[in-house]
């Protein structure tokens, strides 16, 4: 189980940029949220610009895709968890 001294630990968001539909995007995520999501985008045989493409095309008009990659992470591994 998570501590939470632990969250001490976490990094500053990282800037990475990614090719979402064709077009360069610049997501900001803490290195625990990117390695998340690329362990769910290989769970699901994607890249990381794929999967970043399906949140973008499947999130809410006025909310950023950052906030909608936050938003699916979290959602994503709370069903992981009921599952198990």
């Known amino acids: 189980m ?3 001294s632990d969250l001490a630990l976490a990094d ?3 800037v990475r940029r990614l090719m979402v539909g064709g ?3 610049t997501i900001r995520l803490e290195d625990e949220l990117w390695q998340a999501f690329d362990d769910i985008a290989g769970l699901e045989g994607q890249t ?3 999967m970043a493409a ?3 095309a499947a999130k809410a008009r006025g909310v ?3 906030a909608a990659l936050r938003i699916f992470i979290a959602h ?3 069903s992981r ?3 198990a």
């Open 2 to 4: 998570i501590e939470v």
């Open 12 to 14: 500053r968001p990282r």
């Open 23 to 25: 077009r360069p995007r």
């Open 48 to 50: 990381r610009g794929e």
């Open 54 to 56: 399906l949140v973008a």
């Open 64 to 66: 950023t895709l950052t």
């Open 76 to 78: 994503y591994l709370m």
């Open 81 to 83: 968890c009921l599952r």
